[in-house]
Every structure is written in structure tokens, then in C-alpha cells.
């Protein structure tokens, strides 16, 4: 890991709690993996870039088919967990880099950049969102494309204060212990965030169950917020899909999932 010169890179690792449980989140999430190996596939071999990483579930895929991937987190933790992670994927064709990506600049392009699984809904103001599109531009090459993946917005999104906590699942880990993840969400639709809050209880074969609780904000990103700020970064919104199977977008949709490329250049993919 290599952090990022002069970013302001946060002094407390808000996802520091959450790391040794989000590869259990995710479990069987691979759809969208395979969206990102088809389209890496199409690219012009000039490497992939990942905003937002985690602990490296996509990065290590994409190096695992012979890519040169680099990926970016803000979160220590979450990257410690992906470093463990390279070995299986080819080792020197994932590099890590721990990095604000409002700000980030690696000094290269990349045929595709991704922004995966709710990565711009961290940008909390819609200044977050251009600077971290923007970001996407310095580093996205002339005939390359982006992607981003956020949640397709939903009535209660707009529906404020607090709603019902839900168990989510219960899983075993390694150990034996059993764990089960609860959300709670409050929404404040004037500003266009949630607060998200996750507890894990983890019960160990014996003794005490305990609980670890991590919460963060979420903005709610519509399409055309996204052509937006998308414009103002200097990108074009060439395609848009309502899931990991390009349907074309429309109020049926499961995700929100835009094709950027480079503003009058518009690359590939199917038109919504």
C-alpha cells in the first residue's frame, strides 16, 4: 500500500470495525464481476483502475484474468484485508494504493476505471460526487470507459427519519462463531443522504455474544444527478443499466449501473 501524497486521508478509519465482516456481506455477490470481466475484455489492455476497492473482491478477480489492476481505498483496514488477498490473484499485477479519491492522481490512464458497489454514495455533498468524477476523467484514457454501480433510488430514500432495523442474514465464520448483521437506516431526503448503520452480532461457540456496529452516510444519486456531475467533470453518461446484465435503465431497475467516457466521446455499450 502506498499512500497518496498530501490527500487528506481521514485520521480515524471509519470502516476500520466493518473490514473483517464485508467479505461475509458479500458473499455470492459475483454478478457485477462479471459485468467488469466482460467489459476489461473489450478494453484496449491499458490496465484497470478501481476506486474504492475494499478488501479487494473485484481487484483480485479482474488480476486473476491477467489484468494489470491498481486499487484504491481510503480505509487501512480494508486494504490490509485485500493485501492478504493478492497472493491468489497474481501478486505484482494488483497494486494497492491507500488514497482519498477526491483528490487522487497516480500520473496515468487506464483503459477502464471502475467505481463499484456504492463506492460514489460515500461522497456525502454533490461537491464529493464532481471532484471524485473528476477524478475518474484525470485517469480515464482517451478511448477508454468508466463505470459506476450505486443503488437504483428508492421511495423510502425520500421518506424521512428513521426506519425499521432488519436482519439482513446470519452466517458461520471460520472460527465457528455465528454472525448475523442488522441494518438500521435513517433518511434526510432535504440533503439527500441516509445514514446507514450496521451491527454485526457475532455469537462464539462459547461464551458472550458481542456486537460491532459501524455507520456511515449514503447519498442517493439519481441518473440525472449523475449526467450532471458527470458534465461538470468533463464526462458523458454513454450508457445506463438497471443491472449487472446491461438491461436498459428504467423504473424497473435493481441498480443504477452508467457507462462514463470522455465528454463528445461516448464508448460502447447499450444506450438506455
Known amino acids: 500500500m502506498n499512500p497518496q501524497p498530501n490527500s487528506p486521508l481521514s485520521e480515524l478509519d471509519r470502516f476500520a470495525s466493518l473490514a473483517p465482516f464485508y467479505d461475509l ?5 459475483e454478478d ?18 478501481e476506486l474504492g476497492c475494499g478488501t479487494g473482491r473485484v481487484a483480485c478477480a479482474l488480476a486473476g ?8 481505498d481510503l480505509s487501512a483496514a480494508m486494504l490490509e484485508v485485500a493485501g492478504r488477498r493478492v497472493p491468489a490473484a497474481g501478486g ?48 480515464l484514457a482517451a478511448d477508454g470507459l468508466a463505470v459506476v ?28 462463531a455465528s454472525v448475523t448483521k442488522l441494518v438500521s437506516v435513517e433518511a434526510h ?17 462459547e461464551g458472550a455474544l458481542h456486537r460491532v ?22 464526462l458523458a453518461v454513454s450508457a445506463a443499466w438497471g443491472d449487472y446484465a446491461m438491461t436498459p435503465y428504467d423504473d424497473s431497475a435493481t441498480r443504477l449501473v452508467a457507462a462514463l467516457s470522455p465528454a463528445g466521446e461516448p464508448t460502447g455499450g447499450a444506450s438506455r
Open 25 to 29: 456481506d458479500l458473499e455470492g455477490h
Open 32 to 49: 457485477d464481476v462479471d459485468l467488469y470481466r466482460h467489459l476489461a475484455g473489450e478494453g484496449g489492455g491499458g490496465g484497470v483502475l
Open 65 to 72: 484474468e491477467g489484468l494489470d489492476v491498481t486499487g484504491v
Open 92 to 139: 505484482s499485477l494488483v497494486n494497492l494504493v491507500e488514497a482519498d479519491l477526491r483528490v487522487l492522481d497516480l500520473g496515468r490512464r487506464f483503459s477502464l476505471v471502475l467505481a463499484p458497489l456504492g463506492t460514489l454514495q460515500h461522497m456525502e455533498t454533490t461537491d464529493d460526487l464532481v471532484a471524485a468524477l473528476r477524478t475518474i476523467a484525470r485517469h
Open 149 to 176: 454501480d450505486v443503488e437504483h433510488p428508492l421511495p423510502e430514500d425520500l421518506t424521512p427519519g428513521p426506519q425499521p432495523l432488519i436482519e439482513h442474514w446470519t452466517r458461520r465464520i471460520e472460527s465457528g
Open 189 to 205: 431526503p432535504a440533503l439527500g443522504t441516509r445514514t446507514v448503520t450496521w451491527h454485526f452480532d457475532v455469537q462464539p461457540p
Open 213 to 234: 456496529t459501524s455507520s456511515f452516510e449514503l447519498r442517493t444519486i439519481t441518473l440525472t444527478e449523475l449526467e450532471l456531475a458527470a458534465r461538470l467533470a468533463g
